[in-house]
């Protein structure tokens, strides 16, 4: 097989997409391509020792002729230096705006013919394809990328509907690394976090935006208290962290739930868990339900986006309205108190993350996309 040479761009901070971006060029490094990160910072879980991974830092000085410094075009800039210096064979972009349009310039700057795949990850449709001053953005990435991919069935839909692009757009769901997210043994960490041990755990994981919800996890969690005795387990850290942990004194709840902060442990945090809340208004995919269904944890979440392809209701979790905070703590209750349904749901999110988001699957998807994109040429 010929060995291809590719540029990756993606944000570098923790994120789905960043994990995403991270783990795909690992395991392509390892099947022997040579890939090169062209972004601000070392992306999260950058391999720095892999000796077919290498990173291009984009940098920009605060000229005081600019009031907002231009990183796209520093970017592009820094794309074009590469795909001539490095001789690429194909660029892959996660996030239509600004990367899918940074990709764009740097192709033209580097008056090159090279492809681009893009990578839509969900806020780049949901959110700013809805906004009439990006929109155009957003079809100007998709149209001169050369693939376009979307994360889950439900994205792609989605991006048809609004943006209505004329080239290829097709769905490629995300993945995991089984060798981190597997049931692993948590030691003492139930004891360590103040929980005992006949006590239930919920556990949501998220970066803290508005869009996942998370009162609407505590006002649920609050009704499943009334039922069984249980601790609130949130991980992560995010722009909402603040007003949840004030919303938590306010409900009189701060001996149930537990604020951890952004963890590296989550195979062990999920392996104390009994089950997940995921209630967000919007989600793509929802990387971290793969993460536990890997993990043996069922999940309870919003029958929204992308989250109905990755949780089979009734059979690895269940699937609840968006807002619908009674019907998430009874769906809670009836799991935790029924060993023998928990124990089936855990096995089963086992099969569904194996089965049908297997990485091996995931990644022989994508370098068939990147031979193809490399032949076009
Ligand atoms: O959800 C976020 O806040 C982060 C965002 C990201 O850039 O990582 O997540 C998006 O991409 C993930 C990886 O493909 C998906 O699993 C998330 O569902 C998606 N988030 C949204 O659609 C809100």
């Known amino acids: 097989m010929e060995r291809l040479k590719v540029g990756v761009i993606c944000y570098p901070s923790l994120g789905g997409s960043g994990v995403v971006a991270t783990e795909l060029g690992k395991m392509m490094a390892d099947k022997g391509h040579e890939m090169h990160y062209i972004s601000s910072g070392k992306p999260f879980r950058f391999l720095d020792v892999h000796p077919n991974i290498q990173f291009h830092e ?40 600004p990367h899918a349009v940074s990709a764009a310039l740097g192709k033209d700057m580097a008056n090159s013919d090279i492809g681009i795949i893009t990578t839509l990850h969900g806020t780049d449709v949901t959110i700013l394809g809805h906004d009439p001053g990006l929109r155009n953005t957003v079809r100007y990435g998709i149209e001169k990328s050369t693939i376009t991919t979307a994360v889950s069935e439900s994205l792609r839909q989605e ?162 309205p968006l807002g619908a905070v009674q019907q998430a703590a009874d769906r809670a209750i009836v799991l935790l108190k029924d060993e023998a349904l928990q124990k089936s749901f855990k096995q089963q999110a086992k099969v569904t993350a194996a089965e049908k988001f297997h990485s091996s699957t995931i990644v022989d998807q994508y370098e068939k996309l990147y031979y193809e994109v490399a032949r076009r040429r």
């Open 159 to 320: 991006t048809l509907a609004l943006i209505g692009p004329e080239k290829e757009l097709i769905t490629i769901y995300n993945f995991i690394d089984e060798q981190k997210y597997r049931p692993v043994d948590p030691g003492t960490l139930k004891a360590d976090l103040g929980i005992g041990i006949d006590e239930k755990v919920i556990i949501h994981i998220s970066n803290f935006r508005k869009v996942k919800r998370i009162p609407d996890i505590i006002d649920s969690f609050s009704l499943v208290r009334k039922e069984l005795d249980a601790k609130l387990v949130l991980v992560g850290d995010g722009p909402e962290r603040m007003d949840m942990e004030a919303l938590v004194v306010e409900k009189n709840l701060q001996e149930h739930v537990i604020f951890t902060g952004k963890r590296d442990d989550l195979p062990e945090l999920l392996a104390i868990s009994d089950v997940m809340f995921h209630l967000s208004e919007k989600e793509a995919f929802g990387l971290v339900l793969l993460e536990a269904l890997a993990c043996g944890v069922p999940c309870i979440a919003t029958d929204i986006g992308g989250i109905p392809e990755v949780i089979d209701e009734g059979v690895n979790g269940y699937l609840v």
């Open 58 to 97: 984009v940098k920009i000085d605060g000229y005081a002729v600019f009031k907002y410094p231009p990183f796209d075009i520093a970017l592009a800039n820094r794309i074009a230096q590469v795909i001539e210096s490095e001789e690429l064979d194909l660029l892959h972009v996660h996030y239509a705006v």
